[in-house]
C-alpha cells in the first residue's frame, strides 16, 4: 500500500501514497489515532505544498495549508471532482506523501 521514503529537510518519516483509496484510509487512521479532523498530505514538488484533507459520505473537504498548517483555502469536492484535484494528480505522479501518524502520549 505504502512506503517508507524521507525527504530532505523533514524530521517526520513520510508515507508515499499510492492509490486514491488509500486517501481514504488514512484520512480516516489519522482522526481516530489524533481525534483530530482530516490529515496532512505533501506534495514532493519544488513548492513542497501541504493540504489536509477531511473525509465525508458524500465528498470530502480539501484545504491548502500555509507553512505554519494554517488553512490558505478551502473545498468542499464530491468523489468525481476529487479525482481530478492536483492532490490526486500528484499520487499518479508518485509526488504524494503523509506524515506518519501516532497516538498521542
Excluded: C
Excluded at 28 to 41: I, M, N, Y
Amino acid at each position: 500500500m505504502q512506503t517508507h521514503v524521507s525527504i530532505p529537510g523533514n524530521d517526520a518519516p513520510l508515507l508515499n501514497v499510492r492509490a486514491p483509496e488509500d486517501i481514504e484510509f488514512l484520512v480516516k487512521e489519522s482522526e481516530v489515532l489524533t481525534g483530530k479532523p482530516g490529515r496532512t498530505f505533501v506534495i514532493a514538488g519544488a513548492d513542497r505544498l501541504s493540504y489536509r484533507v477531511q473525509w465525508y459520505p458524500m465528498g470530502s473537504k480539501v484545504e491548502r495549508l500555509d507553512e505554519h498548517g494554517q488553512a490558505l483555502s478551502s473545498q468542499h469536492l464530491l468523489p468525481r471532482e476529487f479525482l481530478n484535484h492536483s492532490v490526486v494528480e500528484a499520487l499518479r505522479a508518485g509526488q504524494l506523501f503523509t506524515p506518519l501518524v501516532r497516538r498521542p502520549g
